[in-house]
């Protein structure tokens, strides 16, 4: 599933994919604070192709497309589970986080209009991960080489000021890659810290021992305790993601490489036992988690070889139900709260490499009784323009909403992505462009 989603996106950008080497190659021979950068490339502003620049937007793309599974959806909103991760999410019409270069924390009170630097004065990037609550709490980690520890800066006020959590050491680890965050408010949160031990580290991790230790936090990010670790043969499955649904209750995706054995776990004694949660569909290709807009009310994305499965639940996940997707082939699912969402879904030769013309309008759907049945948007927002190809939505209301689209650009025989930012105040009708993603 991992190798089908890059292909794809690779496929939608109309690009040569690199390599099979060229990445590893890449990323040994960047700097240590930029290997793992994960987010966007450039500042909110005219910018050109320099050296530095060029070397930057490499790392970016190896660290969103190499280190962990896919995240198959985003949803944000208002609710319990804002899921802002990655490297860009609006948190509200105007309040909004992005990772730009060497993973630097940008943050816009304009609606992504102009872009301000607010990353921590100590930080140096490296397996990094971040967290956007709102838009006043996010967190961020940083992998400190020296200690062979992972440490947590957290801010409370918009990125104005940051506090650095102690050290959480992972000397028992080769090295750790792709740490996940999860804060369910601003004092509650866990921390997932995969690593591996032995073998040739990440170049070929299925001949590593991985281990996964989940932490968790009761103050904010300023202390975490371990609450549960597994430990897995090379090439088996892994802890990919970790959400709570409450205090007590959370989940965490078990991937699996090889397509085999069961893919999401349930704890309801706070991450310290987990048990294997029974759907109603395989769960064999299942590569993102939960989300859920309060303690009862979720939705489950499981991923299939062409096309996606919507499952819902309303009493905590202990019972899922299947949900019709429009289109044979789905792609931008976004909710924002247990009624309202959106997707972009169409045919394999819309969605695919064909769709590369101008003029083509984006398949675009939406709900709002949670899945139950899906409407066309009477859209003008176009597939494939000459600020790119969309590829995200990023919808905070019922009516205001963001589209981020692509552009790839050559750089030394690979590529780097250069993202604009696109808006709606209608729901999706309507589309307007803001500018370029820092």
Request: charged share 15%.
């Amino acid at each position: 599933m991992d190798e089908l989603i890059r292909s794809r996106m690779h496929e939608a950008l109309d690009v040569e994919q690199p390599h099979g080497d060229l990445r590893a190659r890449v990323i040994s021979s960047l700097p240590a604070d930029v290997r793992h950068a994960h987010g966007f490339r450039g500042p909110g502003r005219e910018w050109t192709l320099g050296g530095v620049a060029v070397i930057l937007a490499v790392a970016v793309v190896a660290g969103l497309l190499y280190t962990r599974p896919p995240r198959a959806t985003i949803p944000s909103g208002s609710g319990l589970h804002a899921t802002a991760r990655g490297g860009f999410a609006m948190v509200t019409p105007s309040i909004g986080w992005a990772i730009g270069p060497a993973a630097h924390v940008f943050r816009t009170t304009d609606g992504g209009l102009r872009w301000r630097d607010v990353t921590p004065a100590d930080y140096s990037s490296n397996s990094i991960d971040t967290y956007f609550l709102d838009g006043n709490h996010a967190w961020l980690t940083q992998y400190v080489q020296s200690s062979s520890s992972t440490v947590v800066f957290g801010t409370n006020n918009g990125g104005a000021s940051w506090h650095r959590s102690l050290p959480i050491s992972t000397a028992d680890l080769h090295r750790t890659y792709g740490t996940v965050l999860f804060f369910i408010d601003p004092t509650h949160g866990w921390l997932l810290v995969p690593g591996l031990v032995g073998g040739s580290q990440l170049a070929d991790p299925s001949t590593s021992t991985q281990f996964e230790f989940l932490y968790r936090t009761t103050d904010g990010g300023a202390h975490w305790q371990q609450v549960s670790h597994t430990t897995s043969r090379p090439g088996a499955c892994v802890w990919g993601d970790v959400v709570f649904s409450s205090l007590t209750t959370g989940w965490i995706v078990n991937f699996c490489p090889s397509g085999s054995g069961p893919a999401l776990f349930v704890s309801h004694d706070g991450g310290v036992t987990w048990n294997v949660q029974s759907l109603p569909v395989p769960a064999t290709s299942l590569d993102s988690s939960p989300v859920f807009f309060d303690s009862q009310h979720g939705i489950l994305v499981v991923a299939g070889e062409s096309s996606m499965t919507l499952l819902a639940t309303s009493d905590g996940g202990r019972t899922w139900s299947v949900r019709p997707l429009p289109g044979t082939v789905q792609t931008g699912l976004n909710f924002v709260d247990e009624a309202h969402g959106w997707v972009i879904g169409g045919s394999s030769d819309q969605l695919s490499n064909g769709a590369t013309v101008s003029g083509v309008v984006v398949p675009l759907f939406r709900t709002d009784d949670g899945g139950n049945n899906w409407v066309a948007v009477r859209t003008d927002l176009l597939l494939v323009s000459t600020y790119g190809r969309v590829q995200a939505l990023d919808f905070v209301d019922p009516r205001n909403g963001f589209a981020i689209a692509f552009t790839a650009v050559p750089i030394y025989g690979s590529f780097a992505y250069q993202g604009a930012l696109l808006k709606t105040t209608d729901g999706g009708v309507t589309w307007a462009v803001v500018g370029q993603l820092p």
